[in-house]
């Protein structure tokens, strides 16, 4: 009975972790973004909403095309800082939880 209880107990807390994962970022998170359009590298920026109410990453310096923001429909990979390290976000879930405009937006 104790290993039944413990097995549920570590698939709690990994379904735990899957969740809050799945949760978008709070505003200000430093972030780096991708998108092929705009260079193989990373650009950084912080996780904002704009004033159409939907959740963009306000770049640092002004991209390739002289973008300034990125819509999360935009983002091809994403990752957050995690002290020293950068840990990979998946941007799908939280951009589902997007209103209808903001997921299907032209992102210039």
């Not at 570590?10 to 260079?39: E, H, I, M, W, Y």
């Not at 912080?46 to 004033?51: C, D, L, P, S």
């Amino acid at each position: 009975m104790g290993k039944i209880l413990r097995a549920l107990l570590v698939a709690a807390q990994v379904f735990a972790v899957g969740v809050v994962v799945a949760q978008a970022l709070p505003k200000d998170t430093v972030v780096r973004v991708k998108n092929p359009s705009l260079g193989a590298g990373w650009l950084e920026g912080k996780v904002g909403i704009a004033a159409n109410k939907c959740t963009m990453v306000f770049l640092s310096q002004k991209a390739p095309g002289g973008y300034t923001a990125m819509a999360l429909n935009a983002v091809k990979a994403m990752q957050r800082r995690d002290g020293a390290n950068w840990v990979d976000v998946d941007v799908k879930p939280w951009l589902a939880n997007e209103p209808k405009d903001c997921r299907e937006a032209d992102n210039d």
